[in-house]
């Protein structure tokens, strides 16, 4: 399974960040399998943004939860991160990822990480 984040680098203050995190090698309706999103902000660690599940069930961190929308386009085996308006604390490296569990939650962890691609919130 390989996974590939894409969008752009730069983003304004108050608008709206969007990545596409494109999967080959898995289905993302294969049963039980959740995909994700984390970040890491420069010098800190990392911070999980949310999940779509292989249903399309959504569940989002609280902290975000208010400015984040994360969706999938079945056809083309992607799913997206929109995260509203972005302020300079929103600088990060964000990363896509594969996780395993239930039909209710992955328990079981996630086990494929896109690479990564820093994304800066700046004028």
């Known amino acids: 399974v390989q996974l590939q984040e894409s969008g752009p680098g730069l983003v304004k203050p108050s608008q709206t960040l969007s990545l596409t995190c494109t999967v080959s090698?898995?289905?993302?309706?294969?049963?039980?399998?959740?995909w994700g999103w984390i970040r890491q902000p420069p010098g800190k660690g990392l911070e999980w943004i949310g999940y779509i599940s292989y249903s399309g069930s959504t569940y989002y961190s609280p902290s975000l939860k208010s400015r984040t929308s994360i969706s999938r386009d079945t056809s083309n085996n992607q799913f997206s991160l929109q995260l509203s308006s972005v302020t300079p604390e929103d600088t990060a490296v964000y990363y896509c990822?594969?996780?395993?569990?239930?039909?209710?939650?992955?328990?079981?962890?996630?086990?494929?990480w896109g690479k990564g691609t820093l994304v800066t919130v700046s004028s």
């Open positions: 090698g898995g289905s993302i309706t294969s049963n039980n399998y959740y």
């Open positions: 990822s594969r996780a395993y569990g239930n039909r209710w939650w992955p328990t079981y962890g996630m086990d494929y």
